[in-house]
């Protein structure tokens, strides 16, 4: 059984996908890319400020599902340019404590969604 999990506070999605899903106690949440939701405008030309606003997509999804970054237990981080890493790292890390931060991987990718530099998905648990 599964239940559909959409906001209005994120980005809505480009394809047919729902921004995430709900499996009994497990939450698996759709890439997020640096889409603002309010204006509909793409973030560019400051991976920091991309990376951001990926997270805060990432975070209204968890919350409309009554989660926060602590129930996250895995995240896969997308990159068009790896040498951008330490920056990315440095915005994502600010949003776990360290000693409880989930898994992850990053890959660096050909392309990604409309062409963004960073793309980030999660997987939760309540």
Do not use: W
């Amino acid at each position: 059984m599964k239940k559909i999990i959409n906001t209005k506070s994120a980005p809505a999605p480009i394809g047919p996908y729902n921004q995430a899903v709900l499996s009994e106690n497990t939450l698996y949440i759709s890439g997020q890319i640096p889409m603002d939701s309010i204006t509909g405008e793409m973030i560019s030309g400051d991976i920091k400020k991309e990376t951001a606003q990926c997270m805060q997509n990432v975070k209204v999804i968890l919350e409309e599902a009554g989660m926060s970054f602590e129930n996250v237990v895995k995240s896969s981080i997308f990159l068009k340019d790896m040498h951008q890493f330490s920056e990315v790292n440095e915005v994502y890390g600010s949003f776990f404590e360290t000693e409880t931060a989930p898994a992850r991987e990053t890959v660096e990718v050909a392309n990604l969604p409309k062409f963004v530099n960073v793309e980030i998905s999660m997987i939760a648990v309540k």
